[in-house]
């Protein structure tokens, strides 16, 4: 329990807004990250996720709080568990920054 | 899913749809958009991110050939895994000093057996040499094409 | 050295050889392309030791962007180098486009893309279309994407023929626009045939596209829509220069993704492609 409680309080920066060009096309979301020069196809909530940290720095808990009305998934329990997962990805790639 | 293809003008077999689907891209819009979200951590990657495309194993249908070893070598041997030693050092191996083309090297990866390697611990050590080899020493590009085709 | 020079499309090559033949037959079957003063490309064809000219003749290839590993071919192929050594020019240095794997063909100031690999069918299903009344063909195996416009531009090099292909343009195209026959090359035998005339008077002309195409031969006839994402990738997988070119590239390919239909396209008999093809285009200009 005490475990949850850290990870939900890990912070999460997004991009700024000009990092970025996204590309809604469809199902999928193109986003070409100009630091890096690399294309990335992402599925949601991965771009929506970037869009509620566009320049701001967010706890898992803040943002689940925030996605969860959006996507209707306030019920799920392990809905955190999901955009953990999600976060760690963008981070991975240097879309979102991770800090203690 | 398994196709059953024939052969096309160029004698060669059709490209499956497995092979030319990027990796991963196929199973991940499958999903309905409720179900991938519940996946959650369980779920592989979700981002698909570019990779280039080897412009040279793309346009090459030259010959092309590695020669084992290339002129950076200079007189040196190979140890077991396939780094460059000099030749008095204990178990080292003498290169085989011939050119190799693509075709030869591809069948020796899928375990076929190498014209002038004495033995299996040779025939391993060059191809080591060989996947070590940079952009820019000789029979790299060579090498990418084959080892980009088997993907 | 003995020298050829040839624009083909907004590109323009300078090929240096050490004999004088090949460049004779080049000269036949670019006799109506325009001789350029400045090159964008050189190209050699090379004896790699000088002897090598007349004992046991053979071609090494050279250029400004070349694959170092290539293995020498035989005199006889120098033709066939001398032209995948001009297409690696393209794949390899040019910037002025997003260069794409693709055959096009235009009707109506609107052109027709087809995108795949090696014996896709889309080289010679555009030969075909190129040869019937009533399509301008724009090229065989590139496509250059213009990243402000979006237009498609032509590059319409010697159609390059492989295998069954050769008899089945045979059939159509008259026998002087063929060059020689190249028996047992590495993939095969293979007949350059020269673009029809006006595809040569026309080359600076590029147009928007109109319908995307994936061909696959060999495969009962069938046409599935393609989605957006897979359309994406694997057009970034089809240019060779997709990454050089950055963020232009992005977004020329993502408007070619959201603006133009796109369809997967199966045939097994090239009378029926054609047809399905003219069927499609009917479609996407109602």
Known sequence: MAADKVVMAVQYSGARPDDVRLVDLGVITACYHRMSGQTHLLMEPSPEIMAHLWGRTLTLAEITAALATEFDMAAEADFPDTLAARLEELCAIGLVTTHA | ?151 | ?286
Not at chain 2, 98 to 112: F, H, P, V
Not at chain 3, 50 to 67: A, F
Request: aromatic share 8%.
């Open chain 3, 1 to 286: 050295m003995h020298e050829f020079r040839v624009t083909i499309g907004p590109a323009s090559f300078r090929v240096l050889s050490d004999w004088a033949k090949p460049l004779r037959v080049m000269e036949r079957l670019y006799a109506a392309y325009p001789r350029p003063e400045i090159c964008d490309f050189t190209v050699r064809l090379e004896a790699p030791r000088p002897w090598r000219k007349w004992l046991r003749p053979s071609v090494r290839l050279d250029g400004d962007y070349m694959v170092a590993d290539a293995a020498p071919l035989p005199l006889s192929h120098a033709v066939l180098g001398a032209e995948m050594a001009m297409n690696l020019q393209m794949a390899l240095g040019w910037r002025r486009h997003v260069l794409l794997h693709a055959s096009a063909v235009e009707r109506d100031g609107r052109v027709l893309l087809m995108t795949g690999l090696s014996g896709s069918g889309k080289s010679t299903l555009a030969a075909m279309l190129g040869e019937t009344g009533n399509w301008r063909f724009m090229g065989d195996e590139f496509a250059l994407l213009d990243t402000q416009t979006g237009h498609i531009q032509p590059f319409p090099r010697m159609v390059s023929l492989k295998n069954e292909a050769i008899g089945v343009m045979e059939g159509i195209a008259a026998a002087h626009r063929f060059g020689p026959l190249l028996r047992d090359t590495p993939k095969g035998d293979i007949r350059h045939l020269i673009p029809p005339a006006d595809a040569v008077e026309t080359m600076g002309k590029g147009g928007p596209p109109a319908l995307l195409l994936y061909p696959r031969f060999g495969y009962a006839a069938e046409v599935r829509p393609m989605g957006r994402e897979e359309n994406f990738i694997r057009l970034t997988q089809a240019s060779t220069n997709y990454v050089a070119l950055g963020e232009d590239a992005f977004g020329a390919l993502t408007r070619l993704v959201k603006d133009t239909p796109t369809l997967a396209f199966d045939f097994n008999d090239g009378a029926e492609a054609m047809a399905r093809v003219e069927a499609l285009w009917a479609e996407v200009s109602a």
């Open chain 2, 1 to 151: 899913m398994t196709d059953k293809p024939a052969k096309n003008p160029n004698g060669e077999t059709a490209i499956t749809e497995s092979e030319m689907t990027a990796s991963g891209l196929k199973d991940l819009v499958q999903p309905s958009r409720r179900r991938l979200l519940m996946m959650g951590a369980a779920t592989a990657s979700t981002i698909v991110s570019v990779k280039p495309a080897m412009a040279q194993a793309q346009v090459s249908i030259l010959n092309c050939q590695i020669p084992v070893p290339g002129p950076h070598v200079g007189g040196q041997y190979f140890d077991t895994e396939g780094n460059l030693v000099t030749p008095d050092t204990p178990g080292a191996i003498q290169p085989p000093n011939r050119t190799y083309t693509g075709e030869q090297i591809k069948n020796a990866l899928n375990g076929s057996w190498l014209d002038g390697a004495p033995d299996e611990t040779s025939k391993r050590a060059y191809l080591k040499y060989i996947d070590k080899l940079q952009p820019g020493q000789s029979g790299f590009t060579c090498y990418v094409s084959i080892v980009n085709g088997r993907r």
